[in-house]
């Protein structure tokens, strides 16, 4: 058996269908189901921060600026106070947001969030499901509220692959095989459609319920080619 996933194997319709990315509106919608139509955004102030070591995140995070939001790496620490809603981006690490995200998001306190990261694992799986509510705990627990949701699979470091190999904790199965091989595809154009598609209808949402600080108007929407 292999050690390492091999990104040019065939592609099975299952694998492929089971690769989706996963996305949710968390916002009432007055009764109706799911998210109105993206548009124009007048009177939100947000920003996006993320934390990336492949790029994977980083790459969703550009697509969710919609070439008008500020993306700050979670390094820089940056000073929330002057925004309405984040979009805060992790990778997931043993099951929850990477440490980086972890230690950012404690100095968050009743802030509208957008959740989005990245994994290996399929992200409809219990797995995700589980790294999701974890993300929801830690940001719950200082009054922030979760506005909508986004997972898509994304390359998992060959670092961290040596890693789990040498510990012999991970064995490198068929099926985990090809589940690494399709992560190292994402995240794809469709990937970045769905994320920029799910955050836009949350804005949308959101309009009614937000106030622009005096001094800052929102710039008309500028559209972005995937």
Not at 125 to 146: K, M, P, Q, V, Y
Not at 164 to 183: D, I, N, V, W, Y
């Amino acid at each position: 058996m292999t050690d390492r996933p091999t990104p040019n194997a065939a592609r099975l319709p299952e694998v492929a269908e089971a690769a989706r990315p996963h996305a949710r509106c968390l916002v009432p919608q007055d009764g109706t189901k799911g998210c109105p139509p993206a548009g124009p955004f007048p009177g939100l102030r947000a920003a996006v921060i993320c934390s990336s070591v492949t790029g994977n995140t980083r790459r969703v995070a550009e697509a969710l600026t919609l070439g008008r939001f500020p993306l700050y790496d979670v390094r820089q620490r940056p000073d929330t106070a002057a925004y309405d809603l984040l979009a805060l981006g992790f990778w997931v690490r043993k099951g929850l947001p990477d440490a980086r995200s972890q230690g950012f998001w404690e100095g968050l306190h009743g802030k509208r969030i957008f959740l989005f990261g990245t994994l290996g694992a399929w992200p409809a799986s219990a797995h995700a499901r589980r790294c999701l509510e974890g993300a929801h705990s830690l940001l719950t627990a200082n009054d922030n509220r979760i506005v909508g949701e986004f997972l898509c699979q994304g390359r998992v470091s060959p670092q961290v692959l040596a890693v789990s190999a040498r510990k012999g904790t991970h064995p490198m199965t068929e099926g985990r095989a090809a589940r690494l091989a399709e992560a190292a595809r994402h995240p794809d154009a469709g990937d970045l459609t769905a994320a920029r598609e799910c955050w836009q209808a949350v804005l949308a949402a959101l309009v009614p319920q937000a106030a622009a600080p005096a001094g800052h108007p929102i710039l008309p929407q500028r559209s972005i080619a995937s």
